[in-house]
């Protein structure tokens, strides 16, 4: 994995090419999964330490992702970002409710996507600073 790895749970190709490039843009590396089950196991596998993830999959939905992450001890601390076509009043509040810790809706926009993540990424302790 490059420095900054970043999973991305996303079924369409278009949206997974627009979000490897924009993010690309600023060091991040962009792993793909194209359903559920198998971005859980990417994120077990690879842990890398933030998630965007469509609501809208071929298997298990998108909450069922985040309740599964949510529920797994050693992933739960995770932030996940759900990016989603879903804009209906109120879809912002459910989806931090099931444990998103925040949500984007499509259209895409580059400089909203890139602020979220940046803001949601994890920092790395300095070097020899306690844990
Ligand atoms: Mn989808």
């Known amino acids: 994995m490059g420095d900054r790895p970043v999973l991305y749970i996303e079924d369409n190709f278009h949206n997974r090419r627009l979000v490897r490039k924009i993010l690309a843009s600023r060091g991040f590396e962009v792993l ?17 330490p933030l998630v965007l993830l469509d609501i809208g999959l071929p298997d298990i939905d998108g909450l069922e992702v985040v309740a599964r992450i949510r529920a797994d001890a ?30 984007l809706s499509k259209p895409l926009q580059a400089l909203e996507l890139i602020a979220l993540v940046e803001r949601h990424y994890p920092v790395d302790p300095a070097p020899g600073a306690e844990a």
Not at 33 to 48: H, I, K
């Open 74 to 103: 050693e992933l739960r601390a995770t932030p996940v970002i759900a990016i989603t076509a879903s804009a209906m009043r109120g879809d912002r509040e459910r989806f931090l409710e099931r444990g998103c810790d925040d949500y």
């Open 32 to 48: 793909e999964a194209e359903d559920g089950l198998s971005g859980l196991a990417m994120l077990r596998a690879l842990r890398p």
